[in-house]
């Protein structure tokens, strides 16, 4: 039983990017929902069966699930911190320059990390989005070169890369502030696992070099991170029989796969089953 | 080769030029981002086929929700289970390996056609 919405809008013939109105932000004129084709949001689509995600989903978070399972753990018990809502020292005494003072930074200047916690049904990591960015230093000397690197970005994404500009005026290095000098593609959903089979099934096989991921990459949020050399570019299926076509050098790429992971060894556990890590087979499944 | 038939593609600066504007052409040519004209008719179509995919999606996230939580409740009752009944398998099951891997074989499912067998 599904409620048809009364009032029906006809669309204009061109698209209306809305921007957020004041009615909007105070709860009288709702943006219009992410399946209005008027909206600045809305995707056709999906346009297909997707194989990767639903390898994922069957088979690699049910496998995640039971290695990563642990018995009787109980966090409140395991450190003091996990028990803490406010992690931040904090000015305590009564001295009335106490209050409302910011809290100490803490040792070493070191940042707040994410609290561990044991994998459960809840918490399964999953691919968030994927970044795909260049810098093309030629593009310094003439910036008509970013024009192919734009291109074949395009191809190989699916998507319209945005313009990467310098932010400070660096002389050794002709850098301006302001100046072009890259691409970047931000990945999500659909376009975000057509390109990770893409290179997982067809590029990074054809890579000689390549051996695998670092064992030690990754930051401590779980974001996984590598750079692909400029000879990976005409490996993809979209350029390779168009490359002769490009009128200038295609860069390489740096990749960066951020899941929701708030454990390293456990974003590396999952990326592991699209991208080999070097240290594949060392303590994996036996047989 | 690639580099070599590059070399040789690009051998007239008129070319070269040429090249670089059917690239901008292509980046930057058509503006106009034409928006689908539907009559209520269709927009009424429109609004039910999303409802109705959209509760398709909700329905099979809630399946596989529940086969992992199934899942997790079983490895429970097991675990349970091996702890009461042997100490050391069960210090076996837990130990944590820190480096942890997919196998390198692990690979995307393909449907393909049958091969025939001779």
Not at chain 1, 125 to 133: A, D, F, L, N, R
Not at chain 1, 177 to 196: D, I, Q, W
Not at chain 1, 199 to 214: A, M, N, R, T
Not at chain 2, 67 to 94: D, G, P, R, V
């Amino acid at each position: 039983m599904l409620g048809i919405r009364k009032n029906i809008r006809i669309s204009v013939n061109f698209l209306q990017r809305r921007t957020i109105t004041v009615k909007q932000k105070l709860g009288k004129n709702r943006p219009l929902p992410g399946w209005d084709p008027n909206s600045e949001y809305f995707r056709p689509g999906p346009t297909m069966l997707n194989r990767l995600q639903e390898h994922l989903h069957d088979t690699i978070l049910p496998d995640v699930l039971a290695a990563s399972y642990r018995h009787d753990i109980d966090t409140a018990l395991s450190t003091d911190e996990h028990t803490q809502k406010d992690r931040l020292p904090r000015w305590i005494g009564d001295n009335p320059y106490y209050k409302n003072r910011p809290p100490q930074k803490m040792r070493g200047n070191k940042p707040l990390l994410p609290v561990k916690e044991s994998v459960n049904p809840k918490n399964l990591p999953s691919i968030s989005k994927v970044v795909v960015s260049t810098m093309h230093k030629e593009a310094l000397v003439d910036k008509t070169q970013l024009l192919s690197t734009m291109m074949a970005f395009r191809s190989i994404t699916g998507l319209q890369p945005e313009i990467v500009y310098a932010r400070k005026d660096v002389s050794p290095w002709k850098l301006r502030s302001g100046v072009p000098v890259g691409v970047k593609v931000t990945l999500t959903g659909e376009s975000m696992y057509t390109f990770l089979s893409i290179l997982s099934e067809l590029v990074l096989p054809q890579l000689h070099d390549f051996k695998g991921l670092s064992p030690t990459s990754g930051d401590q949020t779980g974001n996984i991170s590598f750079g692909l050399p400029s000879e990976v570019m005409p490996l993809f299926p979209q350029i390779e029989a168009v490359y002769e076509m490009y009128p200038h050098s295609l860069p390489g790429f740096n990749v960066n796969i951020t899941t929701n992971s708030k454990d390293t060894r456990l974003a590396r556990f999952f990326v592991s089953s699209l991208i080999p890590f070097t240290d594949g087979n060392k303590e994996g499944y036996v047989g | 080769m690639a580099k070599a038939s590059k070399g040789k593609h690009q051998s007239g600066p008129s070319n070269h030029s040429e090249s670089i504007d059917l690239v901008r052409k292509a980046l930057y040519g058509n503006k106009k981002v034409r928006s689908l004209k539907m009559n209520p008719d269709m927009w009424e179509k429109h609004e039910v086929i999303n409802r109705a995919w959209r509760i398709h999606e909700y329905r099979q996230e809630k399946q596989r929700e529940n086969l992992l939580k199934n899942q997790f409740s079983a490895m429970k009752i097991a675990c349970e289970e091996l702890k009461h009944t042997s100490e050391t398998l069960y210090k076996a099951a837990m130990s944590d390996s820190i480096n942890r891997r997919f196998p390198v074989e692990t690979r995307t499912p393909t449907d393909t056609p049958p091969r025939l067998s001779k």
